[in-house]
T-cell receptor, first 112, second 113 residues
Framework: QKEVEQDPGPLSVPEGAIVSLNCTYS??????FMWYRQYSRKGPELLMY????GNKEDGRFTAQVDKSSKYISLFIRDSQPSDSATYLC????????????FGKGTTLSVSS | DGGITQSPKYLFRKEGQNVTLSCEQN?????MYWYRQDPGQGLRLIYY???????QKGDIAEGYSVSREKKESFPLTVTSAQKNPTAFYLC????????????FGSGTRLTVV
């Protein structure tokens, strides 16, 4: 079983839709959870960061972590064509010196 | 502005050649990382370094080498031993507590010709 599972999509939605992106993981030691957005031929950029369980909201984006289910989500409200990108989840254990583990990414396309 | 600079943006390699990808950061980050990205494969860790003059192999280190002589620089050499080097290479850096997230460079696209 892979440490982090993420549905690669592609996911296509109309402008204004609510988008839900998800990852599951197997390592119960993960404490830090991140979502990165990557435009084509660019480096990923950090979008959301969450420690342990709970929700975090930033504008149209909401990140949720459910450690009991080993499940994390990213919701995008009022999706825009500029949201079209690949979204990667990433997570890490608490100790220094451990590298982030990434999901394979979900490709999202928002049509106008 | 602080950030990570990768160069070149595009690189072409002939069979049997070694090539070196540059990565420089001015974020005063202790840790630096190299990832390879292939379609459908996600990000795979090649090497990482937590401090100067020290580095560790990642999941796919075979055919690659690195050095960390300065805090700001973490060059990656793709050797002729790497049989399938065509890929998008990403460099990243973080505080030593890497759990707070990485800052990525813009990537180098390497193609074997």
């Amino acid at each position: 079983q892979k440490e982090v599972e993420q549905d690669p999509g592609p996911l296509s939605v109309p402008e204004g839709a609510i988008v839900s992106l998800n990852c599951t993981y197997s390592n119960s030691a993960f404490q830090y959870f991140m979502w990165y957005r990557q435009y084509s031929r660019k480096g990923p950029e950090l979008l959301m960061y969450t420690y342990s369980s709970g929700n975090k909201e930033d504008g149209r984006f909401t990140a949720q972590v459910d450690k009991s289910s080993k499940y994390i989500s990213l919701f995008i409200r009022d999706s825009q064509p500029s949201d079209s990108a690949t979204y990667l989840c990433a997570m890490s254990e608490a100790q220094a010196g451990t590298a982030l583990i990434f999901g394979k990414g979900t490709t999202l396309s928002v049509s106008s | 502005d602080g950030g990570i600079t990768q160069s070149p943006k595009y690189l072409f390699r002939k069979e049997g050649q070694n090539v070196t990808l540059s990565c420089e950061q001015n974020l005063n980050h202790d840790a630096m990382y190299w990832y390879r990205q292939d379609p459908g494969q996600g990000l795979r860790l090649i090497y990482y370094s937590q401090i100067v003059n020290d580095f560790q192999k990642g999941d796919i280190a075979e055919g690659y080498s690195v050095s960390r002589e300065k805090k700001e620089s973490f060059p990656l050499t793709v050797t002729s031993a790497q049989k399938n080097p065509t890929a998008f290479y990403l460099c990243a850096s973080s505080t030593q507590q890497g759990a707070y997230g990485y800052t990525f460079g813009s990537g180098t696209r390497l193609t074997v010709v």
